[in-house]
């Protein structure tokens, strides 16, 4: 069954400091993975998607199919970083527990 | 086209009332899902449409749990008999979705604010 897995509910991080959320992922085809943010008092929306490879707000995520992960990384965390983060698989799209980045002053 | 709606945004009802959840899609969005949200957990899917067509429903979805896209447009989410576990957020979600070919961006989904279900 395709099942998306996020271990930490709560990652705090100083400002500055570097930022990882782990994703791990089961699905049998190739899959399409995302990251979604739902920033306090907004809508979940896109934050990025493994096949267009960019960067957002100083975002990456690379897909390693060995390790059937999709980490999330930042150089560099800021306040505005703090948000839930949730990592999604297609096709139906299913949607990991989601992470709590707190990033501290 | 303001984004994905949702109506409405709050309900309380007695437990055992029938209660009835809108969305309204993005215009040219083909594909339309329900999802459902509790307190620290992320959206759990319930079902979702191509068009008028629903596709699939999820386990969760119980016989109490009903929708439909008459015409492949707006969705309604109903929900009889309510019990108190039925209290959560219920999202809903649309994406162009033509065909899964990976990468055109058709399975990127814009999120509506949420109907918050409460049942006491």
């Known amino acids: 069954a395709q099942r998306v897995t996020q271990p930490e509910k709560l990652l705090s991080v100083f400002k500055g400091a570097p930022v990882e959320l782990k994703c791990n992922y089961s699905y049998s085809g190739s899959p399409e993975l995302f990251w979604y943010v739902q920033y306090s008092r907004q809508r979940l929306q896109l934050l990025l998607r493994?096949?267009s490879r960019e960067s957002i707000k100083g975002f990456t995520a690379d897909l390693n199919k060995g390790e059937t992960s999709f980490h999330l990384k930042k150089p560099f965390a800021q306040e505005e970083d703090s948000a839930m983060y949730y990592c999604a698989s297609y096709d139906k799209i299913i949607f990991g527990k989601g992470t709590r980045l707190h990033i501290l002053p | 086209d303001t984004g994905v709606s949702q109506n409405p945004r709050h309900k309380i009802t007695k437990r055992g009332q029938n209660v009835t959840f809108r969305c309204d899609p993005i215009?040219?969005?083909?594909?339309l899902y329900w999802y459902r949200q509790t307190l620290g957990q992320g959206p759990e899917f319930l079902t979702y449409f191509q068009n008028e067509a629903q596709l699939e429903k999820s386990r969760l979805l119980s016989d109490r749990f009903s929708a439909e896209r008459p015409k492949g447009s707006f969705s309604t989410l109903e929900i009889q008999r309510t019990e108190q576990g039925d209290s959560a957020m219920y999202l809903c979600?649309?994406?162009?979705?033509?065909?899964?070919?990976?990468?055109?961006?058709?399975?990127?989904?814009?999120f509506g604010a949420g109907s918050r279900l409460t049942v006491l």
């Open positions: 493994h096949i």
């Open positions: 979600a649309s994406s162009r979705g033509t065909g899964s070919v990976i990468g055109s961006g058709a399975n990127v989904l814009t």
């Open positions: 215009s040219e969005h083909n594909r």
